[in-house]
């Protein structure tokens, strides 16, 4: 045997070594995946425990920012920013956006109190102001405990209205009287007509039941008025 395949051949302390090398080597790769494995079980397990709509809820949140922050900076440059949005897309899809709109919250006309009660709370909600946090917190350390109220705390005189506030209020006011007084009307009364009511309310009610069980009750009702009903 030469001398050079002598040198080459490794001695049993070196080619153990090299094998302990190669075990802390495939320990480290090991204890890299159990870690990683278990953030990844952490993180499902998160994911699993947010709401279905999370991500939907996200990006609408941060188109929101978004859209707020370019708001801002075109009321900053003077522009109104609805024109300066309606630039940038077409007119097929400014068409689609507009349909999209009416048909979300379509106004079908007066259905119920109830539903004109929802209306207008969602109105009154889509017109409300971004919420200023810094005065948020200016209120909140100003008035302490009574900032949240509660049965013990007497909050009356405390609290300022401010004259921007009450500005927007009797806007707001104004504006649902107006309207109410264009669909809001007095109906002629009819002398002729027959009186199956006791008052005007009784008599609305009537109507209504009129407009949508009448074609169905009608020869019930002269049944009842011939006498000939069983």
Known sequence: MSASETTKEMTFAEKQAERLKRLRSLHTARNEARSHNHQEVV????????????????RQAEWIMEDQKKREESAKEGKDYDRVKLLNISAVEAERLERKKKK????????????????????????????????YEQQKQKYGDAFYGGPNVIIHGMHKDRREAVDKMVDDLEGQIAKRAKYSRR???????????????????NKKLERFYGEHTAEIKQNLERGTAI
Do not use: C, W
């Open 187 to 205: 109906r002629t009364h009819n002398d002729d007509a027959d009186i199956d009511y006791i008052n005007e309310r009784n008599a609305k009610f």
């Open 43 to 58: 993180a499902e397990e998160a994911r699993n425990k947010l709401p279905a709509n999370y991500d939907a809820k996200r």
């Open 104 to 135: 979300k919250n379509p106004d079908q006309g007066f259905s119920t109190y109830e539903q004109a009660t929802v209306r207008q709370y969602n109105r009154l909600v889509k017109n409300m102001p971004t919420a200023d946090m810094e005065l």
